[in-house]
Every structure is written in structure tokens, then in C-alpha cells.
């Protein structure tokens, strides 16, 4: 495996991203990943876990970068995926180089998944499932189709993507089916750097406006938002209780008022200091996925539901998206705002979470917005 780390920016990465590459970018650092020493495909996380030492000693490579799907129980069909590359690129920075925008084909059909009265009926179906089945929340995913005449130019749509969002997280990942999973993410699931464990779960949401006074408007409402902070203490409740028992000191810092260009969320900083360096960042990871930010509390009960009142198969949607070395440091992000594209075919997902006092039309609403990160990286506002 070849490794370097210059001369090149977080932005020369992303420009650089090639189909096939893994790359996991940010404005401050990025890690671009390309070809394949080793791979390595389970539907159970910690087997992929536990197969990684051998497959370094094997490979000679020093790290792992994959995605792991929604679905990580019993009776999941999707795997998780891994691959150990032939070369690794990173790049740190303080400042952002922007590479120049595309301009991409236009899709010639565009079909919701479900339409959007359904997906109002499936947001009233869960909230009455809510109280039925004894469920604090549950997140609602609907979908968006988007086909071309050509091949989606998938290098360009990666580039638009960390071009819109330098502060946030843009990713790329060839998963095991050769579909390609696109996105730009706020949510941090797991890193892992040393002892140093930091985890930043994002629930509560509010879309942005480009009317200055709407936008500080909506940010003010999301902050004082009583239903939203309910949204989000589920979430970071779930997380404080998985990582305590792997960590010697835990400190929670939130929630705080963060926003992409598209979106204003609830954020909360998560740290602790790990107790068993054998405990990798995938560990982690797979311990606190899937977290009631795209998934509910209770989890089995939550994700049932999800999957009967959803008309798709999330398969990597709201999975994790991430990397792991031989030393167990890591970095895995949540893999929401994103597409899978195959060919000339892209379906975007957007999701919600839906608590008792959730209202159907803000939902929908608000999975609108979530689209538009991916839809502006295509050049579209639909
Ligand atoms: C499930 C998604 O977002 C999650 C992350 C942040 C805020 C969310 C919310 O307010 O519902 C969601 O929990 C998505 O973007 O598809």
C-alpha cells in the first residue's frame, strides 16, 4: 500500500476523486482512497471487525475504508463492505481551495418514492404507531428517483458536493453492487484518535431560507422548538448509554444551533476517553449505529416499522460511511444527505425523525429541504 500525505489540500483530494475511489473529505482534512489490496463483505459488523487484523497482517495495508448498511440485525440482507486499498491519500488544511463547478446532465424523469400524500399518510401511520406501540420516535425516509439519458457524471457530483459544503463531511463509496454512494453529511457517528472518542449526533431540523430574516427566523424557532429538543435528547440519550461503558470519562457539550446550506439541526458534542485501546473506531461505530437520529427508540421496534411503512429498501441509506487503521483509530460519518447512482440512475434519500407531537406537512417539508443537498450539487432545484 502507498501512502502520502503532500502536497495536496482537502479540496485537491475531492478534485481528484476518481469513480471507484473511497474519499471521506472535510475543508480541514481528507482521506482519498483508491484500488483494492483486500475486501472484505459481511452482514454481521463485528465479523468484519474481527477479520481486519488478519487481513493487514495478510495485505499489508495499514487501513480499511467501507460503509456499513441501515440495516445491521439478524435478518439483514445488506452487508457491510470493506476494502483495504493499494494507495491512500491525506490532506490537512486550514483553508478551502474551491474547485471550479460542472454543470451536469438534467434528468429527464423525476419520481418520488413514494408521492408525497403517501409519504403524509406513512408520517400520520408512525405517529399513531408511536403511542400504540410504545415508541418515543421513529424516522421516516421517502426517496427521490432521478433518471438521465447519459451517465451520471458521478467524479462531478462528488466535487459540486464538497464545493457546497467545505464545513461539512462529502464522501464517496463504491458499494459491493458497483452502485456508488454519494453525499454530504453534518453527522459525525464515531472518531476515534488515540484514547479520544468523539461522537456529534445532529436530530431536530429546520429547513434554510435565502430570505435573510425567514433564515435567522427559522433557526430561532428550531432553538426554541420544544418538540425538536425531544427529537434530540432521544438521540443523545442513546449515545451517552453506548459509549459509557467503553469509556473512563464522558462529557456532553449541546445542544448547540449548527447548519449546512440547506438545513439548520440540533447538534450535540459528545467526548470521552476510552477505556480499552482493543476497542477500534469500527467497534464503536457498529456499537452505536443505528442511532435513533435515522433509526428510533426503541431500535428493533423503531426499525420495523421503518421497514413497514417505508416502499424501499434503505439498503445503504442512513448506514455509516467511514475508515479504520491497524492501530483502531477511525472515523466513521452517518450516511444521510446522499444518493446511490448506477449509471443513469440516481435515488436520493431524505429522512425525518417523527415524534409524538410531529405534524405531517413540516415533515414533509423538511425531507424537501434535506434533498436539495444533493439536488443543488446536481445543479437542480426542484
Ligand atoms: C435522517 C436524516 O437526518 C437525521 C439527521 C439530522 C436531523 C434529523 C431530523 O431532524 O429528523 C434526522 O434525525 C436525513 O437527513 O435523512
Known amino acids: 500500500m502507498t501512502t502520502s500525505t503532500a502536497p495536496a489540500t482537502p479540496a485537491d483530494l475531492a478534485a481528484r476523486y476518481e469513480r471507484g475511489d473511497f474519499l471521506l473529505a472535510t475543508a480541514r482534512h481528507a482521506l482519498l482512497a483508491s484500488g483494492a489490496v483486500a475486501t472484505a463483505t459481511d452482514t454481521e459488523p463485528s465479523r468484519l471487525s474481527g477479520a481486519l487484523p488478519g487481513l493487514f497482517t495478510d495485505s499489508g495495508a495499514s487501513i480499511a475504508v467501507g460503509v456499513l448498511p441501515f440495516d445491521t440485525s439478524d435478518t439483514t440482507s445488506t452487508p457491510g463492505h470493506l476494502v483495504l486499498p493499494r494507495a ?8 478551502a481551495a474551491v474547485p471550479p463547478r460542472t454543470s451536469l446532465p438534467r434528468p ?3 419520481t418520488p418514492v413514494p408521492e408525497p400524500e403517501a409519504h403524509l399518510a406513512a408520517v400520520r401511520a408512525a405517529v399513531s404507531a408511536l403511542s400504540d406501540r410504545d415508541l418515543r420516535k421513529v424516522v421516516l425516509a421517502r426517496a427521490l428517483d432521478l433518471d438521465f439519458d447519459e451517465a451520471v457524471p458521478v467524479a462531478e457530483v462528488v466535487r459540486n458536493l464538497a464545493n457546497g459544503n467545505p464545513r461539512h463531511t462529502t464522501y464517496a463509496a463504491q458499494l459491493p453492487d458497483g452502485r456508488t454512494l454519494v453525499g454530504a453529511t453534518p453527522e ?29 427566523a427559522n433557526g430561532e424557532a428550531l432553538l426554541a422548538s420544544e418538540k425538536d429538543h425531544v427529537e434530540h435528547a432521544v438521540v443523545v440519550e442513546s449515545v451517552v448509554e453506548i459509549l459509557r461503558p467503553f469509556c473512563r470519562t464522558l462529557d456532553v457539550r449541546g445542544p448547540e444551533l449548527v447548519s449546512t446550506p440547506a438545513i439548520w439541526h440540533l447538534s450535540t458534542t459528545v467526548t470521552g476517553e476510552l477505556i480499552d485501546q482493543d476497542v477500534t473506531a469500527l467497534d464503536l461505530a457498529a456499537a452505536l449505529h443505528p442511532t435513533p437520529a435515522i433509526c428510533g427508540t426503541p431500535t428493533d421496534a423503531a426499525r420495523s416499522l421503518v421497514k413497514e411503512l417505508e416502499p424501499f429498501d434503505r439498503a445503504y441509506y442512513a448506514g455509516a460511511v467511514g475508515w479504520v487503521d491497524a492501530a483502531g483509530d477511525g472515523e466513521w460519518a452517518v450516511g444521510i444527505r446522499c444518493a446511490e447512482i448506477a449509471d443513469t440512475a440516481m435515488r436520493l434519500y431524505a429522512g425525518g425523525g417523527i415524534v409524538p407531537a410531529s405534524d405531517p406537512r413540516t415533515e414533509l417539508d423538511e425531507t424537501s429541504a434535506k434533498f436539495r443537498t444533493l439536488l443543488a450539487a446536481m445543479g437542480l432545484e426542484i
Open 108 to 110: 429527464v424523469k423525476v
Open 88 to 95: 491512500v491519500h491525506r490532506a490537512s488544511s486550514d483553508h
Open 188 to 216: 459525525l457517528l464515531l472518531s476515534r484518535t488515540g484514547g479520544a472518542v468523539v461522537s456529534r449526533p445532529h436530530a431536530g431540523s429546520m429547513p434554510r431560507s435565502a430570505d435573510p430574516a425567514i433564515d435567522k
